[in-house]
Nanobody, 113 residues
Framework: QVQLVGSGGGLVQAGGSLRLSCAASGFIFSIRAMGWYRQAPGKQRELVATITSSGKTNYADSVKGRFAISRDNARNTVYLQMNSLKPEDTAVYYC???????WGQGTQVTVSS
């Protein structure tokens, strides 16, 4: 079955950087669009970024210019490079295989001011 294992979260000061990774298995990774979503306490889960099988990317306005999604099909892994982090980026970040959606277990990112 589909498995998505996220890692790389943690505590960072505002202005810092983190890189999230998501290792995928149980499906043909190279032909599946992938995405990162996040959910802050008391808020709905929201889209952060997506990447198609051909590498086309899409970002939420709130992270454009700061975050970069990428994929390594040889490693069945999708990444989210997060730079210039802000306290409002604090959330649980979820990796997802898209259409149909399958969710990873989430990794906590906390940005202190």
């Amino acid at each position: 079955q589909v498995q998505l294992v996220g890692s790389g979260g943690g505590l960072v000061q505002a202005g810092g950087s983190l890189r999230l990774s998501c290792a995928a298995s149980g499906f043909i990774f190279s032909i599946r669009a992938m995405g990162w979503y996040r959910q802050a306490p008391g808020k709905q889960r929201e889209l952060v970024a997506t990447i198609t099988s051909s590498g086309k990317t899409n970002y939420a306005d709130s992270v454009k210019g700061r975050f970069a999604i990428s994929r390594d099909n040889a490693r069945n892994t999708v990444y989210l490079q997060m730079n210039s982090l802000k306290p409002e980026d604090t959330a649980v970040y979820y990796c997802a295989a898209l259409t149909p959606v399958a969710w990873g277990q989430g990794t906590q990112v906390t940005v202190s001011s």
